[in-house]
């Protein structure tokens, strides 16, 4: 292939993707749920999320009774944004130290 047609064309790829990234916007795929809470109810954790768009679920670390580092997590099942709460639950062996939620523009 001739340089000059090499230029022509590695331009034209370039210009061609800057021009992709302008006309899609950034902001679309970056959406996430907003306005979340969550709550400690005897061995869950339960997570709400009220505005904004995208999906989201509860988390919780759940310790083994007597043990100071045998933990697992747990989750919840992922929600999309006014779906309803979603609960992570530790098992009656376990102790929950931690919970919060997590949030994803994407189904989990």
């Not at 006309?23 to 749920?33: E, G, H, S, Y």
Request: charged content about 20%.
């Amino acid at each position: 292939m001739k340089a000059g047609l090499r230029k022509a064309l590695k331009a034209a790829v370039i210009g061609g993707l800057m021009a992709g990234a302008v006309i899609v916007p950034a902001t679309a795929a970056q959406a996430l749920p907003s306005h979340c809470s969550d709550k400690y109810v005897l061995h869950e954790y339960w997570a709400n999320c009220t505005s904004g768009t995208g999906y989201y679920r509860a988390k919780v670390r759940c310790y083994k009774i007597g043990s100071s580092t045998q933990y697992t997590t747990r989750y919840g099942v992922g929600r999309k944004v006014g779906e309803g709460i979603s609960i992570a639950s530790c098992l009656i062996s376990e102790e929950p130290t931690s919970g919060t939620w997590e949030l994803s523009n994407t189904k989990f």
